[in-house]
């Protein structure tokens, strides 16, 4: 079955201690993406990857890192996570194009204390 | 810069026509999507315009007018299951990322 698994789903943490959120798709797409969501303010781009070891900032890249060394694997890590950083994620993929779906995993609701 | 604007909530009845609408200001621009989103679930993929007109996909259509910057989502035959968010999407030139606007909750009562 084509998806993008995001583990954890849920995840309760201390401001400071590093997290990492893990995405994984299994549809050889050569984009990726994780986005957060916060109440009125819609998804926001965090970082997104056109391909292996290429990487870019979104709107919101401030407290996180990314990875690509894989072509199905884009991890998010936040070094020393804060509460501005509680919110929901999400992890999409797509192939390379101007009008292809994005695939959208099912969502890590973190939230830092 | 990008920004798109979309009406935060709509209210419509079951049976009926609600039509969601979209204006964009991007600096380059590649096509408009749209994506629905029930409570606690991820989002995924409606439909897509590239070319201004309009793409019918069974219940839902969309509409986009490039020299307007402006397009629509348009759902018909209201089910009570249609009640969720509605995003509506573009990828800007240049770039392969997707920035979406703020969402329309749509309500649908009997």
């Known amino acids: 079955e084509a998806q993008v698994t995001q583990n954890p789903r849920y995840l309760i943490t201390v401001t400071g201690k590093k997290l990492t959120v893990t995405c994984s798709q299994n549809?050889?797409?050569?984009?990726m993406s994780w986005y957060r969501q916060d109440p009125g303010l819609g998804l926001r781009q965090i970082y997104y990857?056109?391909?292996?070891?290429?990487?870019d900032k979104g709107d919101v890249p401030e407290g996180y890192k990314v990875s690509r060394k894989e072509k199905r694997n884009f991890p998010l890590i936040l070094e020393s996570p804060s509460p501005n950083q509680t919110s929901l994620y999400f992890c999409?993929?797509?192939?390379?194009?101007?009008?292809?779906?994005?695939?959208f995993g099912q969502g890590t609701r973190l939230t830092v204390v | 810069g990008q920004s798109l604007e979309q009406p935060s909530e709509v209210t419509a009845v079951e049976g009926a026509i609600v039509q969601i609408n979209c204006t964009y200001q991007t600096s380059g621009f590649y096509g408009l999507s749209w994506y629905q989103q029930h409570d606690g679930g991820a989002p995924t993929f409606l439909s897509y315009n590239g070319l201004d007109g309009l793409e019918e996909t069974g219940r839902f259509s969309s509409f986009l007018s490039r020299s307007d910057s402006y397009g629509y989502l348009l759902l018909q035959e209201l089910q009570m299951k249609d009640s969720a968010s509605y995003f509506c999407?573009?990828?800007?030139?240049?770039?392969?990322?997707?920035?979406f606007g703020t969402g329309t909750r749509l309500t649908v009562i009997p």
């Open positions: 549809m050889n797409h050569e984009y």
């Open positions: 999407a573009v990828r800007q030139t240049g770039a392969n990322n997707l920035f």
């Open positions: 990857s056109m391909n292996v070891e290429v990487t």
């Open positions: 999409a993929s797509s192939f390379a194009g101007s009008n292809t779906e994005a695939f």
